[in-house]
Nanobody
Framework: QVQPVESGGGSVQTGGSLRLSCAASEYTFSPVCMGWFRQAPGKEREGVAHINRDGAITYADSVKGRFTISRDNSKNTLYLQMNSLKPEDTAMYYC?????????????????????WGQGTQVTVSS
């Protein structure tokens, strides 16, 4: 399916780790541009980390040094390794993918938006 499917969410204590996965297939080309977003109750959705077709990565300042985005191109699977988790990381985490021409041609940026969105996986960090 084209729609990404997230997994790996759960509940951990402060300082713990989780690894999120996002699987999808049937894009028009590979690798595509992908990213992780999160939305906490009462807050706007925010970008967490993104990776473009060439592998260039961007992180939100709030997760730099703690989160690592990676992917397995052979499996069209995106990962988010989250370490040193904090209560403020509690949110629904969404995976997004884009196989537009902008991504293919290299003109894509995270602000370009994403075509496909997953249903989300909940991450809860307790103090």
């Amino acid at each position: 399916q084209v729609q990404p499917v997230e997994s790996g969410g759960g509940s951990v204590q402060t300082g713990g780790s989780l690894r999120l996965s996002c699987a999808a297939s049937e894009y028009t080309f590979s690798p595509v541009c992908m990213g992780w977003f999160r939305q906490a109750p009462g807050k706007e959705r925010e970008g967490v980390a993104h990776i473009n077709r060439d592998g260039a990565i961007t992180y939100a300042d709030s997760v730099k040094g703690r989160f690592t985005i990676s992917r397995d191109n052979s499996k069209n699977t995106l990962y988010l390794q989250m370490n040193s988790l904090k209560p403020e990381d509690t949110a629904m985490y969404y995976c997004a993918a884009d196989d537009s021409y902008a991504c293919y041609s290299g003109s894509w940026s995270p602000s370009s938006g994403f075509v496909y969105w997953g249903q989300g996986t909940q991450v809860t960090v307790s103090s």
